[in-house]
């Protein structure tokens, strides 16, 4: 981010022109060897910094990564069963590991940070006949570049080291890119540091209902609509965007008493000037960017208290333009 981005991630992806510049290129191509091709066995974007059968062990066990549909319960207030496979994306700094190519459909996206920076995990479907090239050319203009030849499909939020966040995606066929925007102290965004990763997706093998949802989330430009309060626990709920622009619901549980306007502070100073302090609050997930009309399914576990909820994509309606939190997309809400 612009005043802290290792703990935040949206400003970044303002700056990634200024401060990435070529670098992104040649990473890309890089991490991605050069080459559309995919294979069906896990793939790593950058030597990993942290032995990911080392790393692994700190978690809480979870389901593998899937290239063939896999029966798994997806709890909730709704109620429950789902049949949907599953994509687990593990996070180092900096590069990511996952399955070269899965089948269409729903599928429960996972992401492992397993490094000791925050990542996230933004899904990316290249317009039809963009070549890895094209898209490695065009990330020196950094979102500018990207938007025009790529769809933002959603993605798994902001993810702290150690930690799991999920959600899931009607994935399309088609040929993907999975990135991180966010930096580091260095300020330089992960994916030009290699962080970025294909991903090719088939004509689905069967039809997957989409899993019953506990509530809706609806994002416009520059707002949200959402309930005030939400229930504690495990629950699903359905993110759309029903604004021309791309959005995300990047969530942050805010630390004691701090509020609404430190979040607000924490990223309006001007970037030369010092950090505000520590992050008010930290990052639990969420859905990452969905271009316009499309939608996802968020799968947050919640602790009662004080969250945030924030859109740091930049506005696109002009080049380099502000992140939408400084056009008014941030919302405050309580867990209970």
Known sequence: MDRMDRANPGISRRRFLALAGGAAAGAILAACGGTSAATDTPKSAAPTAVPVATAAARLAPTRSAASAPASTAASGTAGTQATEQTLVIEAVDFGFKTMGSIPGGWTAVQLRNLGKEIHHAQLLRLNDGVTLEQFAAASKQGPDGIFPIATSVGG?????????????????????????????????????????????????????????????????????????????????????????????????????????????????????????????????????????????????????????????????????????????????????
Request: aromatic content about 6%; some cysteine; glycine content about 12%.
């Open 156 to 336: 798994v939020g902001v993810t702290t080291p150690t930690d799991l966040s999920e959600v899931m995606l009607d994935l399309k066929a088609g040929q993907y890119m999975i990135a991180c925007f966010i930096a580091g102290d260095d300020h330089i965004p992960h994916i030009a540091k290699g962080m970025v990763l294909p991903l090719n997706v088939t004509d689905p093998v069967a039809a997957v209902a989409a899993p019953p949802v506990a509530g809706t989330i609806t994002m416009s430009d520059f707002t949200f609509e959402m309930p005030a309060t939400l229930p504690a626990g495990r629950n699903l709920y359905r993110v759309v965007n029903q604004g021309p622009q791309t959005h995300e619901w990047n969530v942050v549980q805010l630390a004691p008493g701090k509020t609404m306007e430190d979040v607000k502070a924490f990223f309006d100073p001007p970037p030369s000037g010092p950090p505000p302090g520590p992050p008010p609050g930290k990052p639990i997930g969420g859905m990452n960017g969905l271009g316009k009309g499309l939608s996802g399914i968020a799968v947050l576990d919640l602790r009662p208290g004080a969250y945030a909820a924030m859109c740091l994509i930049p506005d696109q309606s002009r080049p380099h333009g502000d992140t939408h939190l400084h056009l008014g997309m941030i919302k405050g809400f309580t867990v209970t």
